[in-house]
């Protein structure tokens, strides 16, 4: 498995949004699914939202009616459109597989600061 590139991720102020991204092989969101997971200060890394091969989707209930994950085949990533963003959303931001089976090394992450 190929380490994840995470990129996107800014400084905003709270109320607005930002779109990550994050490359992925059709194999991969085919066999294995593919997700957005998040570390905040202080804490473990937490699944955000996940994509499956028939495009079920899923999310963490403290991001649900703000997140949206989607993949773009034409130019092969998995999104992360993050809108009204709050203080507490914060945190590096990681893309990987959604099951453990297909888990590549974590990459670097993007890091999204929500702050007024």
């Known amino acids: 498995q190929v380490q994840p590139v995470e990129s996107g991720g800014g400084l905003v102020q709270p109320g607005e949004s930002l779109r990550l991204s994050c490359p992925a092989s059709?194999?991969?969101?085919?066999?294995?699914?593919m997700a957005w997971y998040r570390r905040r200060p202080g804490t473990q890394r937490q699944f955000v939202a996940g994509?499956?091969?028939?495009?079920?989707?899923t999310y963490a209930d403290s991001v649900k009616g703000r997140f949206t994950i989607s993949r773009d085949n034409a130019k092969g990533t998995v999104d992360l459109q993050m809108e009204n963003l709050k203080p507490e959303d914060t945190a590096l931001y990681y893309c990987?597989?959604?099951?453990?089976?297909?888990?590549?090394?974590w990459g670097q992450g993007t890091q999204v600061t929500v702050s007024p």
């Open positions: 990987n597989t959604l099951s453990s089976e297909g888990l590549a090394p």
């Open positions: 994509i499956t091969g028939d495009y079920t989707t």
């Open positions: 059709t194999r991969d969101i085919e066999v294995f699914g």
